[in-house]
């Protein structure tokens, strides 16, 4: 039986790490087979060229560079794990992929989506998830949920201006009317039960009781 491929998509602070954490907990008491992964790395080459990507002393770096780099990672990222895990029967839960990179290096960085699809679209030999969760948040509230959290990552990303959040969410809603069949929104304002069991329900739909 192959695997199921869900992706957790969203800007930053939307509360994806912590979803994570709720369904992962259901899905063991339910005994469902998975494994749960992140973009960029997921792999020791994948976490490398992450280190590069997120590094807040890169601030210089072209955003045709940073495209190129996230698809690298991404590649990396299938062919070692991502795609043996779905061949053997196990679903995949990854916090971030290809979405990720048509709202921020499509959208917000001024490439193109269509640009930045197709590039992904060859790394990826065409490989689109089963369902993807698009965690929806007013970046002013997940930028001061960074603020709050003294043990979270905070990266290069995250200290763009405020216009460049806003951009990336709405390309993200973008992608929602692009792909309204495979991307689904959560509304990541409420509070964190809410959130996680709202995205508990949607994979469930997805993956039944596959173990």
Do not use: C, W
Not at 10 to 15: D, P, T
Not at 32 to 47: D, H, M, N
Not at 178 to 188: G, K, Q, S, Y
Request: aromatic share 6%; glycine share 10%; proline share 3%.
């Amino acid at each position: 039986m192959k695997g199921k491929f869900i992706t957790l998509e969203g800007g930053e602070g939307s509360g994806k790490s912590s979803a994570l954490e709720y369904v992962k907990r259901k899905l063991d008491e339910d005994g469902v087979r998975y494994i749960l992964t992140r973009e960029p790395g997921g792999t020791p080459i994948s976490e490398e060229i992450r280190s590069v990507i997120l590094d807040k002393a890169n601030t210089g770096m072209d955003p045709m560079t940073e495209a190129l780099l996230y698809a690298a990672s991404r590649r990396q990222h299938l062919v070692s794990k991502v795609i043996p895990a779905l061949e053997e029967g196990t679903n995949v839960i990854s916090d971030r992929f290809l979405d990720s990179s048509l709202a921020y290096q499509g959208g917000a960085r001024g490439l193109g989506i269509e640009k930045v699809y197709a590039l992904n679209q060859y790394a990826t030999d065409g490989l689109l998830p089963d369902l993807t969760l698009l965690f929806d948040l007013d970046p002013e509230k997940g930028l001061e949920r960074i603020g709050e959290n003294a043990d979270r990552e905070v990266n290069r990303l995250d200290l763009e201006k405020l216009s460049f959040h806003k951009a990336v969410r709405s390309h993200f809603l973008k992608l929602k009317e692009m792909f309204p069949e495979r991307i689904h929104v959560i509304d990541a304002s409420k509070s964190r039960e809410e959130v996680g069991e709202a995205a508990y329900r949607e994979i469930k739909k997805v993956i039944g009781n596959n173990r």
